[in-house]
């Protein structure tokens, strides 16, 4: 069993910037990757960006060059979100998925881009 607790999320203008954390908990060590995904209102759950047990990253082009996710540890997961834009708004979730395939989910933080 893996817990999942994401922090971070609030209220910030267009431009801001916001640090969302995962800390992990229970199996860590069956944990493959984490990634960061996020619904907005009325639409699907997309996947915003990923890391490897062994520090690879992958982050989806809407993300590039703004948002970064970063693997402190071997239970914290940063995603840093820069240049943050209104369509930026939604529920941001963790998702750990160990090497056996199981995927565990956070509750979400809510992120809100606007004046």
């Known amino acids: 069993q893996v817990q999942l607790v994401e922090s971070g999320g609030g209220l910030v203008q267009p431009g801001g910037s916001l640090r969302l954390s995962c800390a992990a908990s229970?199996?860590?060590?069956?944990?493959?990757?984490i990634g960061w995904y996020r619904q907005a209102p009325g639409k699907e759950r997309e996947l915003v960006a990923f890391?490897?047990?062994?520090?690879?990253t992958n982050h989806v082009d809407s993300v590039k060059g703004r948002f970064t996710i970063a693997r402190v540890n071997a239970y914290l997961v940063y995603l840093q979100m820069n240049g943050l834009k209104p369509e930026d708004t939604a529920v941001y979730y963790c998702k750990a998925v160990t090497k056996g395939a199981r995927a565990y989910w956070g509750q979400g933080t809510l992120v809100t881009v606007s004046t």
């Open positions: 890391v490897t047990s062994s520090g690879s």
């Open positions: 229970g199996s860590i060590s069956s944990i493959a990757t």
